[in-house]
């Protein structure tokens, strides 16, 4: 059956210019819609230059909160389809094709809400000329609190899945991708498919029950995941490149890098060798990551090659292919060293103490207020993350390099710390806090994910639908008794959601990792996704390198369940949707086929 669909596909063409905005009018002008829960096959539009059957301002659930996110629209191949034409102009179209999958953006930078489509969008031709249907879902973003955003995303799922019998394609293959918060919600659905968690909040917008949410294959960009330690991870990463802190910072920053360094020990994560990773080996594994990245770029990059160039291309290529379009809508506990101590009973981290000493401190230094200033444009300006930019790492790299020896030259201008071998074209790292300190420094302040102030966009995706900011991290909870802070961080912990559920019931919603690793009480309590495809820019400052390489490491680790896991960080890119060739439209539609030929 699918072998049929693989016979008729034929890779889309990149549309320069076409973006996932859609031709509509404003949503208060649409006439009143009410739900159904069969979907009308006499009521679609026909776009004659693309050919393409579709139709938008379909009601996924019984109890829409808000039509502008609780509407989808469904973009078919016209060949999937015999369509015969109505005297209002509208078609009745009859399925003749029930192979095809389905593609869903999660585009949702920020985890921003998506708003659904009102009429034809340009961007589908890409997709549905590759012979792939598109269902483009509306969904609530982080002004409403998580988990709504992936509960309406699999409420969407659900309802395609009721309507089978009538529509063309497989909705069995549902194939979810997105960037950044959207490649985190890409994830979470990859991840969490069925699990019993989403189910008050499916039951409280009436979405149906009795189909199942799970998608094939997920793809995601930079997927910022791992929220319960993503504040930790940044710090053993990153907190090293931090300069000029005060007393307080740098205790703050330690003591978060000592609690990911537990974690890495209690993961039990396994290398493709079989190897348990543990603290003491974690960092050669994170540095081999690195180094394959750099000897990757080196062996398919064309020289002249300019860095900024390729950066500005990638973003070119994001926005011309509707990416982030939609959504506008210490010691060896400490971050990586190069030398980690071998003595694993030493890399066990005690309660957290109420300062560094384990003592009340008659003068603790208070922690500084507000929030750095500076942004970088294109997709970083959309998702409402704060970054300080001002982190320099102190290279020239923004011109032309005629060679690879000549690129090398400039990553070691400052010291020494990348070997090349010209016979090979092939380099070592021989520091991976020099790569840290010159390729990915900190750009996001001492609590990146849970601001001390609850300023940051991952508050308020923990918040409570009321435009505040609500703190997450318990860990960091603890860290700040004694301060200002601890107060508004502990009743943030115990506040409860319309459903009853706190914080961390909602966290272990968010988190694929709750779903894939046996550290968590919900290992193997969902579906998930049997293909993923992981990308990222290895320079971003916005999350550890460690976000994506431990959810690809559980993904390997899981079992049979999962049949793939095809990941690469990108050398030399930041927080963009980064390739290593070519184009993320082409590639994610050509990883689609691949994944459809082996089921």
């Known amino acids: 059956m699918y072998k049929k669909f693989i016979s008729e596909i034929i890779l889309a063409s990149f549309i320069a210019g076409s973006t996932f905005t859609s031709c509509s009018k404003k949503s208060e002008q649409l006439p009143k819609k009410t739900y159904s829960d069969s979907i009308s096959m006499n009521n679609w539009k026909y776009n004659e230059k693309d050919d393409v059957y579709y139709q938008t301002g379909i009601i996924y659930v019984s109890k829409p909160e808000d039509l502008t996110y609780h509407t989808l629209g469904i973009f078919i191949p016209g060949k999937y389809v015999e369509g015969t034409k109505n005297s209002d102009g509208t078609y009745a179209i009859k399925a003749i094709q029930k192979d095809a999958p389905y593609v869903m953006p999660i585009e949702t930078p920020g985890y921003a809400a998506l708003p659904a489509p009102e009429d034809y969008v340009d961007a589908v031709k890409d997709y549905t000329d590759a012979g792939l249907i598109f269902l483009y879902s509306g969904a609530r973003g982080k002004t409403h609190g998580a988990p709504l955003g992936v509960t309406d995303f699999k409420a969407a799922i659900r309802y395609i899945r009721h309507n089978s019998e009538i529509l063309p394609g497989n909705t069995d293959l549902v194939f979810t991708f997105g960037m950044s918060g959207g490649g985190a919600q890409s994830a979470i659905l990859g991840a969490s498919g069925d699990s019993e968690l989403y189910e008050p909040y499916l039951q409280e917008i009436g979405a149906v029950m009795t189909e199942s949410d799970a998608v094939t294959g997920s793809m995601d960009w930079c997927p910022i995941t791992n929220l319960n330690v993503a504040n930790e991870a940044y710090e053993w990463e990153m907190g090293r490149t931090r300069t000029d802190l005060s007393e307080f910072e740098q205790y703050l920053s330690e003591e978060l890098a000592l609690a990911f360094g537990s974690y890495i020990d209690s993961l039990n994560l396994k290398d493709e060798n079989g190897n ?83 003592k009340k401190p008659e003068n603790r230094p208070e922690p500084p207020e507000g929030q750095p200033n500076g942004h970088q444009p294109s997709f970083e300006e959309m998702d409402g993350i704060q970054r300080n930019k001002s982190n320099s790492t102190g290279l020239n790299l923004n011109r032309t390099f005629n060679s690879p020896e000549e690129y090398i030259a400039a990553l070691n201008e400052k010291t020494t710390w990348v070997i090349y071998d010209k016979s090979t074209n092939t380099a070592k790292i021989t520091s991976i806090k020099d790569f840290y300190k010159y390729m990915k420094p900190a750009t996001k302040n001492i609590g990146a994910f849970d601001d001390l102030n609850a300023a940051q966009g991952e508050n308020l995706l923990f918040g409570y639908g009321d435009g505040k900011g609500a703190h997450f991290d318990k860990y960091m909870t603890a860290l700040l008794k004694d301060t200002i802070y601890y107060e508004s961080f502990a009743e943030d912990l115990n506040k409860k959601d319309s459903a009853g559920n706190t914080v961390d019931y909602r966290m272990n919603a968010y988190n694929p990792m709750y779903y894939l690793s046996s550290y968590y009480d919900g290992y193997k309590s969902s579906t998930p996704a049997k293909f993923w495809r992981i990308r990222s820019g290895i320079c971003q400052g916005d999350t550890a390198i460690s976000t994506e390489l431990m959810l690809k490491l559980a993904l390997q680790n899981y079992g049979n369940e999962i049949m793939d896991v095809d990941f690469a960080t990108v050398w030399g890119l930041p927080h963009v949707e980064a390739e290593t060739t070519g184009s993320p439209t082409q590639n994610f539609i050509a990883w689609v086929k691949e994944c459809v030929e082996q089921l």
């Open 276 to 358: 348990k990773l543990t603290l003491v080996n974690y960092t050669d594994y994170l540095t081999k990551t690195i180094e394959d990245s750099l000897n990757t770029f080196l062996s398919t990059t064309a020289f002249p090659y300019n860095p900024q160039e390729t950066q500005n291309n990638m973003h070119l290529k994001m926005l011309t292919a509707g990416m982030g379009q939609m959504g506008q809508g210490m010691n060896n506990m400490q971050p990586p060293s190069d030398k980690p101590d071998e003595d694993k009973d030493n890399n066990r981290m005690p309660p957290p103490p109420d300062n560094k000493d384990g």
